[in-house]
């Protein structure tokens, strides 16, 4: 008996959630047929925005544009990037300055100053891309981009891959401290090689797990100057750069300056990135201050200033660069020969045959004399004025050991380019040659095809002589290295002391101060002496009155 009135109020209980739950179902229909309106009226007004985007050149414009198409909220401003005000003009002599009469009051406001610029401390750290113009009322005139200190995510570039390239002018990006990752800074070396014109790369302050900043100095590259300070790049991303610079088949014809301050490159490490200098004939600028660098490394870079011996994959690669050049494999001395024909008798074959053909030659010079006197009788060694030179290169081919054909395929292009330079001038004879005529070609060659010398087995090439800095100060570099440092130095001067540049003029400056040894060691103060003529910003010592005065005595 109890039980049922509880049975009725359950039941009423019931019924109320029942009409709450109708009145809550109609809401939510009507909730969602307006929904549905306005979901269909937003996609009919961002049709529009789906179309892709072509970029015009004007870069603040395309980037803003493309972060409203990506939805992001707060877009860092474009702005120009600021500079130092300049100095004030002098004042006009002419002009009289009034002294006030009467003193200033204290209550006037100094005028600002003219020595920097100052901006709101919230305006200072908000998010910017800051851009400098090659004309400031051109806005597709866009030649650098600056990024500090705020993060470029996978949107950001999403971004850059669509405004770098199509702003024809950039030549230099510098993103310090974006945080990139291995994702980002592989596209990151991918927009850059869309870039047509662009030059200079620095990515100070981005340490990246994988290292992969070689992706940016392939054989392909334009890239001319790049900075990697700060970037805790390892021995891991020091061997991937050292065989981006050169390895025995592919070589980066383009970087000429490369910054790796402040690393954690070690001996191992820097030993990749002299290896990288054996076959690269570009680079002019190494620094790698500030690592752990020691002797091990000191040596290594030593060898690759002096010369080296050729490993067996640069061997076989040499043997092919010169069968298809078709010049002989190695130049050697008789003593050499003989050397080499003690430890192998079967060699004496081909000993006779290079015998046989510098014989003919001599012959072929022998002739070519008495042609030359026959010509001077009859008068026409005015007129063939043009052939002697010639003569003269093909003499120099045969003392460097190239082969005839080699030697007349070069010479037939030569006189083929003077012929069409002299035939183009009126009133000049067909022996009449201004320098202007015969410009000097400069060309990379290959290290390979340079002039070897067999010692003890080993084939030696003289070391890289295109680099002219070096710097690998605040190091841990003792006396050995700095003594084999100083060899390879006394190396390239005995070079240039004979003439010999042909591979370059070799280091001008080098520096190596604040490493392992006293300031006052003996390797140390010779290497500062070489060094200071060397150096092209190098200006003598004044002399003082007293030793003009002697100079001039002893010269009379």
């Avoid at 201050?289 to 690759?304: H, L, Q, R, S, T």
């Avoid at 067999?454 to 605040?474: K, T, Y």
């Amino acid at each position: 008996m109890t039980d049922r009135p509880e049975s009725r109020l359950s039941g009423k209980e019931l019924f109320k959630s029942a009409a709450k739950k109708v009145k809550m179902g109609k809401k939510l229909e009507r909730v969602m047929k307006g929904d549905r309106s306005a979901t269909s009226a937003t996609s009919h007004d961002t049709s529009d925005v789906d179309e892709p985007y072509s970029c015009t050149g004007d870069f603040e414009a395309d980037y803003t544009e493309l972060c409203n198409r990506a939805g992001l909220m707060e877009i860092p401003k474009v702005v120009p990037r600021p500079h130092r005000p300049g100095p004030p003009p002098p004042p006009d002599p002419k002009e009289k300055v009034e002294e006030p009469t009467s003193p200033v009051p204290s209550e006037q406001e100094e005028p600002p100053p003219t020595t920097y610029t100052t901006s709101d401390k919230f305006d200072y750290f908000k998010p910017k891309v800051q851009v400098e113009l090659e004309k400031p009322e051109d806005k597709k005139s866009m030649t650098e981009v600056y990024i500090r200190g705020w993060k470029v995510d996978q949107k950001y570039i999403d971004i850059f891959k669509q405004c770098f390239p199509a702003a024809d002018k950039l030549h230099t990006i510098d993103f310090w401290n974006v945080g990139l990752t291995d994702n980002t800074l592989a596209q990151f070396a991918a927009v850059a090689s869309q870039c047509l014109n662009l030059r200079t790369v620095k990515l100070d302050g981005n340490p990246v797990p994988g290292e992969g900043f070689h992706q940016l100095i392939g054989e392909d590259s334009m890239i001319v100057s790049m900075s990697l300070r700060s970037c805790k790049i390892t021995d891991k991303g020091a061997e991937l750069i050292g065989k981006a610079l050169s390895t025995a088949k592919t070589r980066n014809q383009s970087l000429c300056a490369l910054n790796l301050n402040s690393n954690m490159i070690t001996d191992a490490g820097a030993c990749y990135i002299a290896n990288g200098l054996r076959m690269n004939r570009t680079l002019l600028v190494l620094s790698i201050a500030n690592n752990a660098i020691g002797d091990e490394a000191a040596k290594k870079f030593g060898e690759v200033l002096s010369r080296f011996s050729l490993t067996h994959e640069e061997v076989v690669e040499r043997r092919k660069v010169l069968s298809e050049k078709g010049a002989p494999d190695v130049r050697r001395s008789p003593i050499s020969r003989r050397a080499e024909s003690r430890d192998r008798p079967g060699s004496q074959s081909s000993r006779s045959q290079l015998d046989k053909s510098m014989a003919k030659s001599g012959r072929a010079s022998s002739k070519a004399k008495k042609d030359k006197k026959e010509d001077d009788k009859k008068g026409k060694g005015k007129d063939d004025k043009w052939k002697k030179e010639p003569q003269r290169g093909a003499s120099k081919a045969n003392s460097l050991g190239f082969t005839s054909e080699l030697q007349t395929e070069t010479l037939g292009k030569a006189s083929k380019g003077k012929g069409r330079q002299s035939g183009g001038k009126k009133g000049q004879g067909a022996g009449s040659i201004t320098e202007a005529e015969t410009p000097d070609i400069l060309e990379i060659i290959n290290p390979l095809l340079e002039e070897a010398e067999r010692v003890d087995g080993e084939l030696l090439i003289p070391g890289n002589r295109a680099l002219i800095n070096l710097n690998i100060s605040r190091n841990r570099i003792g006396e050995a290295g700095l003594k084999s440092l100083l060899k390879g130095i006394q190396y390239q001067i005995t070079l240039t002391t004979l003439g010999s540049r042909s591979g370059g003029t070799g280091l001008m400056r080098l520096s190596v101060q604040k490493n392992s040894f006293p300031l006052n060691h003996e390797s140390y103060l010779k290497m500062q002496e070489l060094m200071m003529t060397r150096d092209p910003l190098y200006k003598p010592p004044s002399k003082t009155p007293d030793e003009e005065s002697t100079s001039q005595a002893t010269g009379s």
